[in-house]
């Protein structure tokens, strides 16, 4: 069996290289990061971070925090809010070269991985958002640079670190919690099960519980509403949910055709090529984490957490083929430069009046949710002159924790009421006080709302004037009077964890 170099060993790292890369990527997001709008989740974040918990239905409390935290420096700046990942992406892509590195990567193969990530559909699209998608990124990534290390040059004491990350990272997404649970899999199966051996693995596993449990001990108070919302999001609940046999297929569509070669190469050395037997367990991990999300109708981004260690697996091996001719040469920059093509897709470069004759919406669910909030809050709004609500103000019902974070960013001038979501986190902070009697109900089907109200009348249908078919496009605003049950009977039935 092929063994780990010892430690000292490694290539020259490319500092400025792969610094150039990040420093890069990062200017072009926080270039484009003012367009568009907030993304739904954004809206979703910041509504959290204004009720600030150990725990939300459907994620942990770090994004939130820090949504919280860049809406004290600034609350309407699209700029403030998204630089923590367009920070997250940069380190990422760092963390790409130290790990490129750690496999034996030269210069070059440094310098081609951390390209490679930073060009890649799905690094670039999360990291224009603020989400808990990006922000686990490089927690994801500096985890199995570190196990690497510690398998490589057999400093245990790292373990500590892992755990360490892995507890912070699984604050901002549960995710991390799979790539450890890849990783101890993949070394099960093929090694170095020696690490086993050594008490620091087990008190790093420690530490990431102890930082983790806090939500652990949310989520056991609320009952595990986070199991719920994954079943929903299997059944396909979610606008970015995809049928278990589009998995491996949108494994390209999301990375990229382009770049896609280069992370396969990297996948199949990992699982083949002696001279990183001692790393085979990433690639058993990627192989794990694809069964198991295929089996629980997992999203297909689900398993992008290995992918900067493929990039870096892969960079060698396609520098080694271009080397043999030098005709080659042409196609890694043509690739690089063809992945770029893409950019109109995942980064909001076309103007808004140019979306809806494009291809964007269709190709990337999440453009859509980032266009016309202040208009459908300003079309709900209008629904209230000349009606007379109970108290002077009209509570509105929000269907989903997008309209329910909008109405609270935007909603103030136009005189509506406390805003209450049935989804999720808005669910949690109801229902209405029992005075409200009477609501504008957003996004509803009337068959939801006639139960609880005499009265049910359509007011108006959303519209972005835009010709944008996103989820808000065409929903319904209903007026709804004459309340025949108590909000505490009425408020379970409404619930939507999904």
């Known amino acids: 069996m092929a063994q780990p170099r010892g430690q000292g060993t490694l290539p020259p790292l490319a500092r400025r290289e792969v610094y150039g890369v990040a420093a890069v990527v990062a200017l072009v997001l926080i270039a484009f990061s003012a367009r568009y709008g907030y993304h739904r989740d954004e809206l979703y974040f910041i509504d959290c971070g204004h009720h600030l918990a150990w725990g939300y239905p459907d994620q942990p409390p770090l994004v939130p925090l820090i949504a919280r935290i860049m809406t004290d420096i600034s609350a309407s700046s699209l700029i403030v809010l998204r630089l923590p990942s367009a920070l997250a992406v940069a380190v990422t892509i760092w963390l790409t070269g130290l790990t490129a590195r750690e496999l034996g990567g030269e210069r070059q193969a440094q310098l081609l991985a951390a390209t490679a990530t930073g060009v890649s559909y799905f690094v670039l699209g999360s990291g224009h958002l603020l989400s808990t998608t990006t922000i686990d990124l490089p927690f994801e990534a500096a985890v199995i640079w570190l196990s690497l290390r510690a398998v490589r040059t057999g400093t245990d004491r790292l373990w500590l670190a892992v755990g360490a990350l892995a507890g912070i990272g699984l604050m901002a997404n549960d995710l991390v919690g799979f790539i450890v649970l890849g990783l101890v899999i993949g070394v099960l199966a093929v090694g170095p099960r020696r690490i086993f051996r050594s ?26 509403p986070q199991l719920t919302i994954a079943r929903a999001i299997a059944n396909g609940s979610s606008g970015t949910s995809q ?88 196609w890694l920059p043509a690739a690089l430069v063809l992945e770029l093509v893409g950019l109109p897709i995942v980064l909001p470069i076309l103007s808004l009046s140019a979306v809806h004759s494009s291809p964007v919406v269709a190709l990337n669910y999440d453009a859509g949710e980032t266009i016309a909030w202040p208009t459908y809050v300003a079309e709900i709004g209008a629904v209230t002159p000349g009606t007379v609500a109970v108290g002077g103000r009209f509570p509105v019902l929000a269907s989903n924790y997008g309209e329910a974070g909008a109405l609270t960013r935007y909603g103030m001038p136009y005189g509506l009421g406390q805003v209450y979501g049935v989804q999720n986190a808005n669910w949690v902070w109801g229902p209405p006080p029992e005075t409200d009697r009477q609501a504008i109900a957003i996004g509803f089907d009337r068959s939801q709302l006639t139960p609880y109200f005499r009265t049910v009348t359509l007011r108006t249908r959303l519209d972005n004037h835009l010709n944008v078919d996103d989820d808000e496009q065409n929903q319904p605003v209903w007026l709804c009077s004459g309340r025949t049950e108590p909000w505490s009977q009425i408020w379970p039935k409404l619930r939507d964890y999904g």
């Open 243 to 330: 049928p278990r046999w589009a998995f491996l297929p949108f494994q390209i569509v999301i990375t990229g055709i382009w770049v896609t070669p280069l992370w396969i190469t990297g996948l199949v050395r990992l699982l083949r090529e002696d001279s990183l037997r001692w790393a085979r367990a990433v690639g058993v991990a990627w192989i794990a984490l694809a069964v198991i999300f295929i089996a629980t109708g997992g999203k297909p981004y689900y398993i992008l957490g290995l992918l900067p260690a493929l990039f870096a697996a892969g960079a060698p091996a396609v520098l080694a083929w271009c080397r043999r001719s030098p005709g080659r040469w042409r």
């Open 199 to 224: 008490p620091w693995i087990y008190l790093g596993a420690v530490l990431m519980v102890a930082i983790w449990s806090p939500y652990l001990i949310w989520q056991a108070h609320h009952h595990w």
